[in-house]
């Protein structure tokens, strides 16, 4: 089993659409980074979280330490919007494992 | 304020010979890791450098090796590359105990 599990692995949504991308982990975290990967491979940081919720124009991201698990949400989705979503949990010494990703894509 | 430059961004080379792939961390960044993406698949962790040491390593074989020079930089070599080693080589910083972590874009391997 996976330290880092997503789902689901693959998502289509019409434009306009609230989306949710789940992460789950089974050990212990400093942090949590949502990251986004688009075709060509560069990834961005969207956030990084320890805690509580955060808010980036339609982007949020939550994290619930107790049971383990976030969520990343975007409202009023785009096509632009279409993209491979990455979890990756911070162990202690900054070491980052990653989920296998959720890959996204938004229809006009 | 240059994030995190990686070059190549694209390499082709011929199974059994060696490549060098090259990290120039974000300004401020001290520790630098490699990760190798395969197609469809998340990141997986190669090793991480600071202080110009290796600190940790992933569950690679020992042709994946690498340097991290005074300045930060770091350098990535693989020996007798094999198809498989054919990936996305990501590199990311950050600052000593600070989890936030910037990534560079990639280089891309083929291997033929």
């Known amino acids: 089993k996976n330290e880092v599990e997503q789902s689901p692995q693959n998502l289509t949504a019409q434009e306009g659409e609230f989306i949710t991308i789940n992460c789950s982990y089974s050990?212990?975290?400093?942090?949590l980074h949502w990251l986004q990967q688009h075709p060509g491979g560069g990834i961005v940081s969207l956030f990084m979280?320890?805690?509580g919720k955060k808010k980036h124009g339609r982007l949020i991201a939550t994290i619930n330490i107790q049971e383990k698990h976030s969520s990343l949400h975007i409202t009023a989705s785009h096509p632009r919007d279409s993209a491979v979503y990455i979890c990756?949990?911070?162990?202690?010494?900054?070491?980052?494992?990653f989920g296998t990703g959720t890959r996204l894509q938004v229809f006009p | 304020d240059a994030g995190v430059t990686q070059s190549p961004t694209h390499l082709i080379k011929t199974r059994g010979q060696q490549v060098t792939l090259r990290c120039s961390p974000k300004?401020?960044?001290?520790?630098v890791s490699w990760y190798q993406q395969a197609l469809g698949q998340g990141p997986q962790f190669i090793f991480q450098?600071?202080?110009?040491?290796?600190?940790q390593r992933g569950n690679f074989p020992d042709r994946f090796s690498g340097h991290q020079f005074p300045n930060y930089s770091s350098e990535l070599n693989v020996n007798a590359l094999l198809l498989g080693d054919s990936a996305l080589y990501l590199c990311?910083?950050?600052?000593?105990?600070?989890?936030?972590?910037?990534f560079g874009s990639g280089t891309r391997l083929t291997v033929v």
């Open positions: 450098y600071y202080e110009e040491e290796e600190r």
């Open positions: 050990v212990g975290i400093s942090a």
């Open positions: 990311a910083s950050a600052a000593q105990l600070n989890y936030g972590y910037t």
């Open positions: 300004s401020g960044h001290d520790t």
């Open positions: 990756a949990v911070v162990l202690s010494a900054d070491k980052l494992i």
């Open positions: 979280l320890s805690s």
